[in-house]
């Protein structure tokens, strides 16, 4: 299998563990999987149900999207993202605009 095909998963889940400093043990107290299921998750042996993932990557502190190779940065754009933007939904399309210019505006005058 080529690296281009190769399945992400398995070195994605053990980087997010080893750079939270996270032993499987530990892991597997915070999320309810077997360490055993951990280990197999990390050699590439099994893959984790959907529910598994999500108790993962909620754990580690980072996306689903990046635990399966859609991305390549843990958190897309920092922690508090998904309460930030979990009604976006219902705003209207002007009001969106503004959001996105009022964040803009934050992240600016944050820079100076």
Do not use: C, W
């Not at 754009?77 to 002007?94: C, I, Q, T, Y």
């Amino acid at each position: 299998m080529s690296d281009e095909t190769r399945d992400p998963f398995p070195d994605r889940l053990r980087a997010a563990r080893d750079s939270r400093g996270v032993s499987q043990t530990e892991l597997s107290k915070r999320t309810g999987i077997t360490p055993s299921s951990l280990s197999h998750f990390e050699s590439g042996a099994r893959k984790p149900s959907f529910d598994n993932l999500r108790r993962l990557a909620t754990a580690l502190e980072v996306t689903t999207d990046y635990l399966v190779g859609r991305v390549d940065t843990p958190n897309l754009v920092g922690a508090g993202v998904d309460e930030l933007f979990r009604d976006a939904h219902n705003l209207s399309g002007r009001d969106l605009e503004l959001t996105k210019d009022f964040i803009a505006m934050l992240a600016s005058r944050n820079k100076k």
